[in-house]
């Protein structure tokens, strides 16, 4: 059974940065084309893609986010680390990470964590 | 890069049947797979490859797609069905997946 769930801060400065941290189990990644993907969704809006990880050398970033995202394994082989940098109002919502399979379909996701940025 | 087009909503009366268009230029030659949100739930996999219906998804739920409108379907609606629905694609050129802006069904 593939679960992931995601954690990190509720609220976050403007300008600061944001770090989540996505743990899974039940896969493991592999550059042939199973990964994590993050995503977020601001209140009461459609879902956006942020970032795909597949191995170290396979990472993709949203073209809109990609100056300001990094997505990196973590310290233990079940874990994803997503980093944006100069967090703004516009980046509250929800963020997902999500089983992802490439050129695929995204299943399952984890329950998503709410991120406000506010002063 | 390439856009999916969602009606932002849809009204049904129980046990009737729910139309969600998803719009894209050829996106018959693609492959489309359609979540349904709760509030307040994460995204769950309904659709995969334009009709195959995930594990535990009741058959009122079907895909299709051709030329530039995948559907997805909903027969008997009930009340538990109500949700937001968004279509994804993979955009080959970009390499990552690109979601519709989702249609919140209703249930009257």
């Known amino acids: 059974q593939i679960t992931l769930k995601e954690s990190g801060p509720t609220l976050v400065l403007p300008t600061q940065t944001l770090t989540l941290t996505c743990t899974f189990s039940?896969?493991?990644?592999?550059?042939?084309?199973?990964?994590v993907g993050w995503f977020r969704q601001p209140p009461g809006k459609a879902l956006e893609w942020l970032a795909l990880?597949?191995?170290?050398?396979?990472?993709r970033y949203s073209p809109s986010l990609k100056d300001r995202l990094n997505v990196d394994l973590g310290t233990s082989q079940n874990q994803v680390v997503l980093t944006l940098t100069t967090v703004g109002p516009a980046d509250t919502g929800t963020y997902l990470c999500?089983?992802?399979?490439?050129?695929?379909?995204?299943?399952?996701w984890g329950q998503g964590t709410l991120v406000s940025v506010s002063s | 890069s390439y856009v999916l087009t969602q009606a932002p909503s849809v009204s049904v009366a129980p046990g009737k049947t729910a139309t969600i268009t998803c719009g894209g230029n050829?996106?018959?030659?693609?492959?489309v797979h359609w979540y349904q949100q709760r509030p307040g739930q994460a995204p769950v996999l309904v659709i995969f490859?334009?009709?195959d219906r995930s594990p535990g998804i009741p058959d009122r739920f079907s895909g299709s797609n051709s030329k530039d409108t995948a559907t997805l379907t909903i027969t008997r609606v009930e009340a538990g069905d109500e949700a937001d629905y968004f279509c994804?694609?993979?955009?080959?050129?970009?390499?990552?997946?690109?979601f519709g802006g989702g249609t919140k069904l209703t249930v009257l």
């Open positions: 999500a089983h992802s399979r490439d050129q695929s379909w995204i299943s399952p």
């Open positions: 039940g896969f493991s990644l592999s550059p042939t084309g199973v990964g």
């Open positions: 990880i597949f191995s170290d050398e396979d990472k």
């Open positions: 050829n996106i018959g030659r693609k492959n």
């Open positions: 490859y334009d009709s």
């Open positions: 994804q694609v993979w955009d080959n050129s970009r390499d990552h997946p690109i």
